[in-house]
């Protein structure tokens, strides 16, 4: 699986709506999901992020608490929000072309100040992409 790119790639703002886009060269239907991490810093930092994960077997999107220790989830197209300290996710919408699968997601920043790093993990059964850069955010 590859992490093909994040729309958009840069800019700033606190409520961005954000589309993941990651592929199979075989057949999208080997995508089993993807990982997204908008962090101030490396893919490691994990806690004190917004730390999202789609499950494309059980239809649901995640974001993972503070600590990086809980996955809270909801179906995606839910108008109901997740949150953490740092951001709140809405709307979620999941569109598919060809050998991709396009992750639209509603996001709000909250106390996350400043220039962040985003990436993007494609995942199948028993391999995955691993983290790729794929842009940058400043939260004013």
Known sequence: PTADSVAPSSGSGTS???T???????????????S???TA???????DACYLVYDRVSRT???YNNAATTLNTKPIGS????????????????????????LTINT???????????YLQANEPNTNSGWVQRGTWTVP
């Open 16 to 18: 961005p709506n954000f």
């Open 20 to 34: 993941f886009t990651v592929s199979d060269s075989s057949s999208q239907l080997n995508i089993t999901g993807m």
């Open 36 to 38: 997204m991490l908008i």
């Open 41 to 47: 810093g490396a893919p490691s930092v994990v806690t």
């Open 61 to 63: 999107i995640g974001l």
């Open 79 to 102: 108008s109901a929000n997740l949150f953490n300290k740092q951001c709140a996710v809405g709307y979620t919408v999941v569109v598919t072309s060809g050998n991709s699968v396009m």
């Open 108 to 118: 709000v920043f909250r106390t996350f100040s400043g220039a962040k790093t985003v």
